[in-house]
């Protein structure tokens, strides 16, 4: 597995910037701004708007630009790296829900946090596309038949100096997965709806070191697939490409 965290010790900034997001001042939430209508989260609608994403031009998106193109100034010099995670979304009887790891709290560098199942792009890797599944089928036991991939979003770049390809696809319920135990420590879907309303976005700010970060959350109470309920808060670059994927469905 080739994980974006883990591969090196990031600068002290890295480490201190933000600690603990639950912490950090909520600023504002986005209750003003409209929910992405039911009849755009369909299978069908997100077939036909996500077709043609894959064009590298820049036509692929139309005339729609991305809110968030990374998590700002960056702390780590040097060229960016590839990477890609798979933005899966898993289609039940009632409405999709978007499948997401939560990270083992042993880790050195973002131990238990909210994130897709993705990583950096290895040599053999084809493309974005064949990284996502790559990673998914390594963290998660995620096979590929059981994937219908439909599109990306731009790409997306964090402090660390990786560039992230978000890779979209629809994921058969009924598949079965198995956790990478040194790395996820849980599975759990949220409702795509409650993740494209931003009511449920709220916007924090922290100052470190002279250095001012915003970030977006979308803390989400629910049962985990072992159906015990719980907090999990969802945040930092995981929020903002929900935040960029909100963005082109209302566009």
Do not use: C, K
């Amino acid at each position: 597995m080739s994980s974006m965290n883990d591969e090196s010790p990031p600068p002290p900034a890295v480490r201190g910037l933000v600690r603990d997001p639950t912490a950090v001042p909520v600023v504002g939430v986005d209750a003003h701004l409209p929910a992405v209508p039911p009849a755009r989260l369909t299978p069908a609608a997100l077939r036909d708007r996500f077709a043609g994403t894959f064009d590298e031009s820049p036509r692929a998106f139309g005339h729609w630009q991305p809110e968030t193109r990374g998590d700002g100034q960056r702390l780590v010099n040097g060229p960016l790296r590839a990477a890609a995670v798979l933005v899966p979304l898993v289609v039940h009887d009632d409405a999709l829900r978007v499948l997401l790891t939560r990270r083992t709290a042993h880790l050195q560098h973002h131990g238990g946090q909210i994130s897709f199942p993705g990583g950096r792009q290895d040599p053999t890797d084809a493309d974005a596309v064949a990284t996502a599944l790559r990673e998914a089928r390594e963290e998660i036991g995620l096979p590929e038949a059981a994937v219908e991939v439909i599109g990306r979003l731009p790409t997306y770049t964090t402090v660390t100096a990786y560039e992230v390809t978000p890779v979209v696809a629809l994921v058969a319920p009924q598949a079965e997965l198995e956790m990478h135990a040194f790395e996820v420590a849980e599975i759990f879907e949220v409702p795509l709806a409650f993740l494209m309303d931003p009511a449920h976005h709220r916007r924090h700010a922290v100052t470190w070191e002279g250095l001012e970060r915003q970030f977006l959350s979308m803390p989400w109470t629910g049962p985990g697939l072992d159906g015990v309920s719980r907090e999990y808060f969802i945040w930092g670059a995981t929020a903002a490409m929900l935040r960029n994927l909100y963005g082109f469905l209302r566009a």
